[in-house]
């Protein structure tokens, strides 16, 4: 039985294309807008392969209002999953003015035209970047958000609270911000998964490149760290897993539970694994070397960050379910399969 109708932004994406899949084996219609900037339409292919499910596909960029109100009136959405943005740290430091207007233009024409044709539910990917440097660990939703490092984690804090004060102004909005901590993996299938463009800034994609010998050797930015061994601590959630959480919160919304307009929650697994134990890590459950050198420190990096996930827990029934040596086999599986290694 159809649940309901999901537009879902950046679809073609990392997590947008895993979550599509769960949506989709969850018993959801879903459209997919994307304007392929940093993805590929095979990646919707894959998506209908996986679930035996023909994909709705629009190849629109969400910063064109006009395209997407076509979309509002060809569909009957219930609600909407927005993931469109761009997210490279660094490239938004040196380019912030793309970084707004694409992040915050797409969320302010998605908010009003949900608005206009009365489509009453989204659920944003925001980011554990929205704490910065905390000053306690594990961090909770409650915990105060810092001044954010870059433009693209100030997208994320404002996108939030544009999303706050919207709920609070516009009777019947609703929202879910669901905040990542660091998502990596694959899909089991090896049919979808993370696709990098040129060398990748993200420490997993980074890993599985050194891995299969395209990358020399992986750098570990620093070794002087306030942590036992030195090298910088996060929270690593499978991508699937992070799926799952949009599913739930798509389940809470319709069936209308919630304390209030807007809520946040934390997306991760609870845990802390340090740069050095991920990467050793990776080494056992692959059977695969991975040479590497502790270097500097990256600018803008974070020392320690980990979630506290109990809200999730005690009010999605969410949890991250998948081993860390299951994902990382599924990150090494997709790497293989993209480079054509057996
Ligand atoms: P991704 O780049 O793989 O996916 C984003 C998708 O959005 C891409 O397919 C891209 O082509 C599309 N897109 C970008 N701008 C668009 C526009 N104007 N119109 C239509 N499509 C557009 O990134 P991802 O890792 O899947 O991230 C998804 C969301 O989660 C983003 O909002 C990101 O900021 C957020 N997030 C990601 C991480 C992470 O580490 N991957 C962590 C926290 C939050
Ligand atoms: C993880 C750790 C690096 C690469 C970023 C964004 C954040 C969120 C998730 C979107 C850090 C170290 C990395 C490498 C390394 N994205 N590292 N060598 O920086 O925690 O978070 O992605 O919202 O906003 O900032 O993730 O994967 O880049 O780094 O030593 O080649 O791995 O220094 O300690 P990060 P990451």
Same mark, same amino acid.
């Given at each position: ?6 537009? %879902? ?9 895993? /979550? ?34 023909? %994909? ?6 969400? /910063? ?80 105060? /958000? ?80 306030? /942590? ?115």
């Amino acid at each position: 039985m159809e649940k309901g109708t999901i537009l %879902v932004t950046g679809g073609a994406g990392f997590i947008g294309s895993h /979550t599509a899949v769960e949506l989709i084996e969850a018993g959801y219609r879903v459209v997919i807008v994307d304007d392929l900037s940093n993805s590929q339409e095979s990646v919707i292919e894959a998506i209908a392969e996986i679930t035996h499910t023909p %994909v709705d596909f629009y190849e629109v960029d969400c /910063t064109d209002k006009e395209a997407l109100n076509e979309l509002f009136f060809k569909h009957k959405f219930n609600a909407v999953i927005h993931f469109a943005a761009f997210k490279a740290v660094g490239e938004s430091v040196e380019n912030p003015l793309m970084y707004y207007h694409n992040n915050l233009l797409s969320l302010i024409n998605i908010l009003e035209l949900m608005v206009e044709h009365e489509v009453m539910n989204i659920v944003f990917s925001s980011s554990a970047t929205v704490y910065g440097e905390p000053d306690e660990l594990p961090v909770t939703e409650a915990t105060p /958000t810092k001044p954010a490092h870059s433009p693209y984690g100030k997208t994320k804090q404002m996108a939030e609270d544009i999303i706050r004060d919207s709920a609070r102004a516009y009777p019947g909005l609703r929202a879910i911000l669901l905040r990542y901590f660091n998502p990596f993996g694959a899909h089991p299938s090896g049919l979808i998964g993370e696709l990098p463009r040129g060398v990748p800034n993200n420490l997993v994609p980074f890993i599985t490149q050194t891995a299969v010998g395209i990358r020399k050797e992986l750098s570990i930015f620093g070794g002087d760290y306030h /942590t036992p061994d030195g090298s910088a601590i996060r929270d690593y959630i499978d991508v699937v897993d992070l799926a799952q959480a949009h599913v739930v919160a798509m389940e809470r919304m319709r069936s209308g539970v919630g304390k209030s307009a807007c809520e946040v929650f934390n997306i991760g697994t609870g845990q802390g694994l340090s740069v050095l134990e991920l990467v050793h890590q990776f080494e056992r459950a692959t059977g695969v070397k991975v040479p590497y050198r502790v270097v500097e420190r990256r600018a803008g990096d974070v020392e320690q960050i980990w979630a506290d996930t109990s809200l999730a827990a005690n009010e999605l029934g969410w949890k991250a379910t998948r081993s860390t040596d299951q994902t990382l086999r599924a990150a090494w599986a997709w790497e293989k399969h993209l480079r054509g290694v057996k």
